[in-house]
């Protein structure tokens, strides 16, 4: 059940509440800035392992971690996200995990998933955008480093 595999999720990404382990554990690259949308939310900075954007899914390892920048300037770990090229995926249907397709962004040439497994979303666990997220603290996080 989906239930199950969340909490296998949970437990395996449990380490990398703390950024400093999930960048010594290869998710140390920051792709993209605090990402916020006006109206729907944010999803906060993603850390990559940039060598797993290979096209190969695995539901225990995301290819990015998910973190919202607090106000003491550290980072809380907020949810993950799968993502696949389009280049590096062969098969007519797109990638699946958790009873869900992937959605497809041709604006970035990627299928993603993101999973808010560490912060509730009412837009939905499996939602682009979470509402409950915001970046208000980018700049006292940048500082920190």
């Not at 199950?4 to 999720?9: G, N, P, R, T």
């Not at 837009?123 to 682009?128: E, Q, V, W, Y």
Request: hydrophobic share 45%; aromatic share 12%.
């Amino acid at each position: 059940p989906i239930d199950d595999q969340l909490a296998a999720l949970r437990r395996a990404t449990e380490p990398f509440r703390d950024l400093e382990r999930a960048k010594a554990a290869k998710w140390d690259t920051a792709i993209t800035p605090c990402w916020y949308h006006a109206t729907q939310g944010a999803m906060g900075y993603h850390y990559a392992e940039v060598a797993r954007l290979d096209g190969v899914v695995d539901s225990l390892r995301p290819e990015a971690l998910m973190y919202e920048p607090q106000a003491d300037g550290s980072f809380a770990l907020v949810g993950v996200e799968y993502i696949v090229p389009i280049q590096h995926w062969d098969r007519a249907d797109r990638p699946r995990l958790f009873g869900r397709d992937f959605d497809r962004n041709d604006a970035l040439g990627l299928y993603v998933l993101h999973v808010w497994a560490w912060r509730d979303n009412p837009s939905g666990i499996f939602a682009g955008w979470n509402p409950a997220v915001t970046c208000a603290h980018a700049a006292a996080a940048e500082e920190r480093g």
